[in-house]
C-alpha cells in the first residue's frame, strides 16, 4: 500500500515569510509525528499526534510553529516569519495503533534565504 | 541532561565482514530502543525494536543488543554487503513519556566497500 507522502518535496522561501508543509499518514494510521533534522543537529522530535488526544507539542521550538492534524489524517505543519535557522529537511511519520515502529515519510527540504 | 551517542560517525569495512555500531545513552531509562536505516535523500526505515527486559533480538543478518547496566546497544549487520551502506540511526523512547516520542542518536554512517 502507499506509504506516507509529503508536500512539497522542496521549499525554497524568502525570511520572514509563511510555509506550510503537509504530511499524509499511511491510511489507518492513529499516530503522526513531525520530525526536523538538521545538518549537525540529528533527527529533533516537533509534535505527536495520537487519535483524538490533546498533541504533545513538547518538542517545537518557538511558538512560529504550529501543527494541525484534520480529520484524524492530514497534518500540516506551519511555520510563520521563518528564519534561516529553520532550514533543515521536515519529516512526517505515522504508526498504527499500538505500535512502537514509525514509518517515515520522504521529508520536505526547506530553505530560508 | 539526556543524552544518546552513536560513538563513531562513519564506520568503514570489507564487504563480508560483521559491521558492529554502538548506541549509549545517559540519564534516560528507556522502555525501549529502535534502530534505523536512512538513506541519503529519504527518511529513515525502521529495522528493529528491542524492549529494556530483552537483552537480544534478531532479523535476518541484523541482531540488536540492549544492554539497561552499561546504558548500551550495539547493532550487528552479519556477512555484510555494500547494500547495506547507509547512516543507521537509533533511538529511544524514555520510560513513561508518550510512546510516539523517539530521541534520535546523530547516526553512524557505515561504508561496505566491495
Known amino acids: 500500500g502507499a506509504g506516507v507522502s509529503q508536500s512539497p518535496s522542496n521549499k525554497v522561501t524568502e525570511k520572514g515569510k509563511d510555509v506550510e508543509l503537509r504530511c499524509d499518514p499511511i491510511?489507518?494510521?492513529?499516530?503522526l509525528y513531525w520530525y526536523r533534522q538538521s545538518l549537525g543537529q540529528g533527527l529533533e522530535f516537533l509534535i505527536y499526534?495520537?487519535?483524538?488526544?490533546?498533541?504533545?507539542k513538547s518538542g517545537l521550538p518557538s511558538d512560529r510553529f504550529s501543527a494541525e492534524r484534520t480529520g484524524g489524517s492530514v497534518s500540516t505543519l506551519t511555520i510563520q516569519r521563518t528564519q534561516q535557522e529553520d532550514s533543515a529537511v521536515y519529516l512526517c511519520?505515522?504508526?498504527?495503533?499500538?505500535?512502537?515502529?514509525?514509518?517515515f515519510g520522504p521529508g520536505t527540504r526547506l530553505t530560508v534565504t | 541532561s539526556q543524552k544518546i551517542e552513536q560513538n563513531s560517525e562513519a564506520l568503514n569495512i570489507q564487504e563480508g565482514k560483521t559491521a558492529t555500531l554502538t548506541c549509549n545513552y545517559t540519564?534516560?531509562?528507556?522502555?525501549?530502543l529502535q534502530w534505523y536505516r536512512q538513506d541519503p535523500g529519504r527518511g529513515p526505515v525502521f529495522l528493529l525494536l528491542?524492549?529494556?527486559?530483552?537483552k537480544e533480538k534478531r532479523k535476518e543478518r541484523l541482531k540488536v543488543t540492549f544492554d539497561t547496566t552499561l546504558k548500551q546497544s550495539l547493532f550487528h549487520i552479519t556477512a555484510s554487503q555494500p547494500a547495506d551502506s547507509a547512516t543507521y540511526l537509533c533511538?529511544?523512547?524514555?520510560?513513561?513519556?508518550?510512546?510516539?516520542?523517539?530521541?534520535f542518536g546523530q547516526g553512524t554512517i557505515l561504508t561496505v566497500h566491495p
Open positions: 511519520a505515522s504508526s498504527s495503533q499500538g505500535a512502537y515502529e514509525q514509518y
Open positions: 491510511s489507518g494510521h492513529t499516530a
Open positions: 499526534f495520537q487519535g483524538n488526544s490533546a498533541p504533545d
Open positions: 540519564n534516560y531509562s528507556p522502555a525501549y
Open positions: 528491542i524492549r529494556e527486559n530483552e
Open positions: 533511538a529511544l523512547v524514555a520510560g513513561g513519556t508518550s510512546y510516539g516520542k523517539l530521541t
